[in-house]
């Protein structure tokens, strides 16, 4: 440690005297005891060195020629800035009225000559301590009124309520904020419960009892608020123990009116895209399948048609990614995985971008633990098959952009202990300014099309499963990207395998089968029916829920198919009352199956509890009805 160091903390002295052998003793007696001496012959080397050198304590001689000690001591204290630095006076004179004169100039204490160095120590060290002692209080003291005067700065402009209550709900102190929220009726008159909804007062009590007194504050949880004008609001409130001994509380009650406000526009803007956008587009879908089942098309209308589909099924895709994405990041999405064969998916997503790599003259290589793989693979990892289609295409998407034309992209599975490694590798290199927010939202480099979601949404996917992605990228080796999935005891692995032949028995029906659709839609009801042909049934088409109901209640039917979003009455409002009146009528229950284009986990639950035996994501398919009809329909002798 340096000296300046060293002497930073030390208390300094200004000696004052004319006689160079008293500063000397002064000096001998004070600088063995940890103490820093400055030196001054007079009274006005005193007042020009002390505003200079701010010391912690003046010894001050009494008798000096030009301005003694108590012209000097009343100068010193007649300056603002110098008027609390202690002095003590150095006399040889004993009579009590100069002693007396000494203290009412300012003097705090006083030495007599001879010094006794012992005497001198202590009353040094005494005024020494009570100078600290006092700057101490100073600083606290200034410290205090500045917290006082910000958090009273807070209180006051803050648009927050802001109230103080005591332990029997007595309102004690508000803000502004207070009064602009619940309007002027609050005061300290009036009790906090007058604000609260009479059904929401013992679940802020328990919170009380329960997290403020345990840890002296509660986390910040919903209810509402009664204003003064009746209207009831939703606000988010936090409650914290008052730091006195009173035992009072003090709330912070916030408004999130407009943060409810954005929620519903959020569920709105959700309900518009699964259910008014999805709902169109399964409709062109399934017209398109109808319309390739056709054989009336010739080869280009074909072609055609399949564009068609293909456009469908990307819009519907990147419909359901951008919900999936939303949810989260807001961390609200429902993971429902199971066993999932990544090659039947790598399969897919070959077929699917067989324009891209044929365009740019790629040869895809695929292997399982650098062995080559083959459709009928089995490469099993527990997860949620439609996010895992997407991660890989994603990835495959990216890689047969970012590779040189006539080069290979190869995808490798394989394992460690703990994770499965999924490898795609190519020849391109990312490009040095993109590797830092490589997985960074939006981040693109040199596409003209792309939304710059397709690594952020596969890390996003990978982290949702506990899992991770990483790459490398370089001009020697290209980019090689890893997707880190974990093991699971579901997993499974098989290669080289034969599947076996199946045999389907054509579905018997001893009678005719009478179907009721619900939908809102023509062109699903028009896909179904159509799906329906080859079966003998009888089908009744219904527009809203009211008129599924009124036929339901008319006649007698195999098989309900019910949208759970329509006009009049939706679907779950109908099933509850098919059920409601097969229960007043002993009927038997009629199997009923819900068919939606949300296809959230929720929904389907929602579905199910309502009364329905099945659930059925749109856009439906004829394999998807004709499994229904055998299951629910066919004749069981």
Known sequence: MSQSNENKNKPLILMVDDVPKNLQVLGSILGANEYLITPAMSGEQALARVEQLMPDLILLDVMMPGIDGFETCRKIKANPKTQDIPIIFLTARTETVDIVKGFNVGAVDYVTKPFQAEELLTRVATQISLR???NELKRLYTELKQSEEKYRGLFDTSVDAIIRINESFEVEDVNPGALNLLGQSINSQCMFTDFLPIEQQSTIKQIISQEVTKNGYSNAFECDIIQSSNSRIPVEMRLWRSAEEDKSLWILVRDISERKAMERLRDDVDRIMRHDLKNPLSGIIGLSDMLLMNDNCSDEQNNWIKQIRASGRQALEMIDHSLDIFKMEQGKYVLLP??????SILTKIKTDFYQMLYTKKIETLFFIYEKPMNEQDVYSVYGEKRLLETLMANLIKNAIEASPANEKISVTFETDSDMHHIIIHNQGIIPQDLRDRFFEKYATSGKKTGTGLGTYSAKLIANYHNGDIQFQSDEHNGTRISVLLPKSPQDTFQQNTTPPKKTEKEPIFNKQIRILVADDSPNNM????????PFPCVLDLAENGQVCV????????????IDLQMPVMDGFEAITEIRKFETENNCAPTPVVAL???YEEKVREASINAGCNDFLPKPVSEKNIRDLIVYYCQSKD
Do not use: R, W
């Open 526 to 533: 028009l896909m179904i029916g159509h799906y329906l042909e």
């Open 596 to 598: 939606s284009a949300d």
């Open 132 to 134: 600290q002692k006092t």
């Open 338 to 343: 199971i066993p999932c064969n990544l090659v």
């Open 550 to 561: 009124d036929y339901f209640k008319t006649s007698t039917y195999d098989l309900v198919l």
